[in-house]
């Protein structure tokens, strides 16, 4: 027969259209059905995407139209995490504002989005940059400002002198700004703070009850937490009232402290620095927490401290490796039994004590657990029990006590940037910081501000925003003109989508109770320590306060691998795009002729190594792209692109083209009278129908996309054949998922009404499904010496007959002791030399 070309651009169109004006992707939060929230992390709007973004919407878009297909209510929407230094900073390098550089970003992605047929519900989209989502970013924000838990206070801070603003602890990455990659510094500032700490044993404790979490994202934030449990101790300074105080896991080591090392930053330091001391600050200031952490420099303070358990005095340091954010400032030294301590008593000349011993360490090792010696009242106890014996003795001669310390500092949100949500808060001289009431909600962000960075807030030299009344009084004050980080926007936007546009709630509990937790949310390892934190911390937040019917808003989590490409580096022209690079055994730069250095990166627009979905789609379609992208390795782990390969998977789909047109009068004999034909073929399809449902629900897409080309060769090697029928059926089923453009095509092509959809998921026949014969091992002494076939159900003697017959030439001549069977599995003959 004649087959009518594969004429992708046409199926592709007409069935997005009929997509979305049946609004198949839409849900009824309140319809009959077991729900099933899908969500994929939404994206930041910076522009353009490219084909490493579509791997984790195409993941989401598999798992919901899957489970459209098994009967589930599926919500699977989308919105925009807008607000950022991104947008800003770009306007600013353009001169445009950055609401319209955003929402231009906005309609581009959501275009290219459209265009991969992501099946997400377009009525719950969401901008956190408009008022209507800010408004109860900034309610949240008085709620735990009238709690307790939202605080301004002078602190050190993370600085990008780039991009003229503070950052968060999680927001420096090797001591640079996540954004720009400037070296971050430290200043000092007034701030916002949200008092995350109150809630860190919660988070800690909540990790335990998240299996379908990842293992490594679960222990990044266990570290970032970073519980410790140990003793506060008080140290005795002469002149100073109440000493220091330092914190230490190890408080039986004590009587092996010979020096006190402090903080640059340690309040006590101003006040007993000379000018040696002073000048060490000022250069400890200007280097990062990194580098302060790389090397061990100090200066003596001429100050001493009493050792509280020895009653010696031992000198005061200054250090940069001692960072405020951890403990209380302040470390005593154990030079005996600590690596960082050790080097430093080296380097300066410092006396070192052990005080614990280990018979079975090697002569000059450092002992870290052992026996307490020259230890008073510790003396001969073990580490384990030394620990706590300390804890009691420091707790009985009120000399410190027992504590846990958290690494997790309180979450810095404020930012002195003009392109986020604007702290509701008002500052009156007679009132102090009062909160904005509900009523004045939202505080809107003034247009036409100058917002070039400063230091200072944009919003500060805007004299309408500034001057206000005071909530309380009614007296003149002032409105704060910082702006909260984009963390806050993104830790509770999963919940907006259940009502997006209402203007009195946050969102309707009874939706809520029905909808959460999510079932499944996807996006990149990345954010473990950030978002992935953040949104825990306010979902507990939000269910003290009675809104979420639950502690943790994430049932199961999926961590995407990136896609990757080949980047070219040229000494003169930097990175350079592919095309101008001219291959050969040594690749050279098309516009110099150096020779250029390829590794495989990220995809990246600064690496110039990205390729736009244009590239590929007006020549394979959107279905062989999806195809592709899913194929090439596992969902969880990085993957190659390689732009000449997309083809592969369109000529698959053209195959099937062909074979669903040359056999359609079997599929419609099969839909119309049963199955029948080449019992292989069939066992082949019901097969693959279990192999590939186990897939889908296993993340499995690379293998699902194997299983289905190999069915489909099958079905060519029986082109004809009425088996051929149902396994082209099955076929359009469960490729439509990952390819349903064609899928949709095909069902229609063997009869089907409606959206395949709509249409159920098939269903393996165990039966057709099982094997007429398997292989099992035959073994001669616990080692393998061939294999024999049987049928699935034969009996012990049947397995005992055939695997005799597989090696009967390697029994002879030996004597057969004993013969294990296990059914379906394996034989063992244990056997002796005649």
């Not at 998240?210 to 101790?233: C, F, I, M, T, Y």
């Not at 206000?468 to 003109?481: F, I, V």
């Not at 001219?582 to 020779?595: A, D, L, Y």
Request: with cysteine; proline share 6%.
């Amino acid at each position: 027969m004649q087959v009518p070309p594969y004429d992708f651009r046409a199926i592709e169109e007409r069935w997005r259209r009929r997509w979305e004006s049946e609004r198949t992707s839409h849900v009824d939060l309140r319809a009959p059905g077991e729900p099933y929230y899908c969500l994929v992390m939404y994206p930041y709007p910076s522009g353009d995407l490219h084909v490493g973004h579509g791997k984790n919407y195409f993941i989401g878009d598999v798992i919901a139209r899957y489970r459209r297909m098994r009967g589930f209510q599926v919500l699977h929407p989308m919105g925009w995490d807008a607000f950022g230094l991104p947008a800003e900073n770009a306007a600013i390098k353009q001169g445009v504002d950055p609401e319209r550089f955003t929402y231009d970003n906005i309609g581009r992605m959501k275009k290219q989005l459209r265009e991969w047929s992501i099946s997400y519900d377009w009525d719950r989209e969401l901008a956190t940059c408009h008022p209507g989502y800010y408004k109860w970013n900034q309610w949240i924000f008085t709620k735990m400002l009238e709690r307790g838990l939202a605080y301004q206070r002078e602190a050190p801070v993370n600085w990008c002198p780039s991009c003229n603003t503070v950052l968060a602890n999680e927001q420096v990455v090797d001591g640079r700004c996540e954004r720009c990659g400037t070296e971050a510094d430290q200043r000092q500032l007034k701030q916002w703070f949200i008092r995350i700490t109150d809630y860190a044993q919660r988070l800690l404790d909540g990790l335990d009850r998240l299996p379908g979490w990842p293992e490594p994202v679960k222990e990044q934030q266990r570290n970032w937490l970073g519980r410790s449990d140990g003793a506060r101790v008080r140290f005795e300074v002469k002149g100073v009232r109440g000493g220091v105080e330092v914190f230490t896991t190890r408080p039986d080591t004590l009587w092996g402290a010979t020096f006190m090392v402090l903080s640059p930053e340690h309040p006590l330091v101003a006040s007993i620095a000379n000018d040696e001391v002073r000048a060490y600050v000022r250069e400890a200031s200007r280097k990062s927490a990194i580098e302060r952490q790389a090397g061990k420099t100090g200066v003596f303070t001429g100050r001493s401290a009493v050792n509280p358990a020895t009653g010696e005095e031992i000198p005061i340091w200054v250090a940069d490796y001692v960072l405020m954010g951890y403990g209380t400032g302040a470390i005593m030294a154990v030079p005996a039994h600590d690596e960082r301590d050790h080097e430093f008593a080296r380097q300066f000349g410092l006396p070192i004590r052990a005080v614990i011993e280990d018979a079975a360490a090697k002569e000059g090792a450092m002992v870290f657990e052992g026996t307490a010696v020259r230890s008073g009242p510790l003396d001969g106890l073990p580490t384990k029990e030394a620990i706590p014996a300390a804890i009691r003795w420091l707790e009985s001669n009120n000399l410190g006590k027992g504590e846990v310390a958290w690494r997790i500092r309180d979450w810095l949100v404020s930012r002195q940037r003009y392109w986020g949500t604007p702290i509701p808060v008002i500052h009156c001289p007679d009132c102090g910081a009062v909160p904005v009431p509900e009523k004045d909600l939202p505080v809107v962000l003034p247009k036409g501000v100058d917002f070039t960075p400063t230091g200072k807030s944009p919003l500060a030299s805007v004299p309408s925003f500034v001057h206000a009344k005071c909530p309380k009084c009614g007296g003149k004050a002032e409105r704060e003109t910082d702006t909260l980080d984009t963390f806050t926007d993104s830790s509770w936007y999963f919940f907006r989508y259940l009502a997006p546009r209402d203007e009195k709630k946050l969102f309707d509990r009874a939706d809520a109770q029905r909808w959460f937790p999510i079932d499944q949310y996807i996006g990149g390892i990345e954010h473990a320590r950030g978002h992935l934190l953040y949104c825990r911390f306010l979902t507990m937040f939000l269910k003290d306060l009675g809104f979420s019917p639950v502690e943790e808003p994430v049932e199961r989590l999926f961590t995407q691998g990136m896609i990757c490409k080949v980047a070219y580096r040229c000494d003169e022209h930097k990175w350079i795009h592919e095309k101008d690079v001219v291959k050969g055994e040594e690749p050279k730069c098309r516009h110099c002729g150096r020779v250029v250095t390829a590794r495989v990166y990220k995809m990246s627009k600064t690496k110039k190594n990205v390729t736009s979905p244009t590239e590929h789609l007006g020549e394979v379609g959107v279905d062989a792209s999806r195809l592709y992208t899913l194929f090439i390795g596992p969902p969880e782990i990085d993957a190659e692109w390689n732009d000449d390969a997309v083809i592969g998977p369109y000529k698959f789909l053209r195959r099937l083209w062909d074979l669903a047109h040359r056999n359609k009068e079997h599929v419609l004999a099969y839909r119309k009278g049963g199955a029948s034909g080449d019992r292989d073929l069939r066992r082949k399809t019901h097969q693959t129908i279990a192999a590939v449902t186990a897939d889908f629900e296993g993340f499995g897409f690379n293998k699902a996309i194997a299983r289905l080309m190999e069915l489909g060769n099958a079905i060519e090697g029986k082109d004809g054949d009425p088996a051929a029928g149902e396994a082209l059926a099955a076929m359009a089923f469960l490729l439509s998922p990952l390819a349903p453009h064609i899928a949709e095509e095909l069902h229609a092509l063997f009869g089907g009404t409606g959206s395949i959809f709509l249409a159920g998921w098939p269903t393996a026949d165990p039966a057709v499904a099982a094997e007429d014969e398997i292989e099992i091992p035959v073994q001669v002494n616990g080692k393998l010496k061939g294999r024999a076939k049987v049928a699935p159900d034969a009996s012990e003697q049947q397995c005992e007959r055939a695997a005799r017959g597989a090696i009967a030439d390697q029994l002879a001549g030996l004597t057969v002791v004993k013969v294990i069977v296990v059914k379906g599995r394996l034989v063992n003959f244990v056997v002796k030399n005649k």
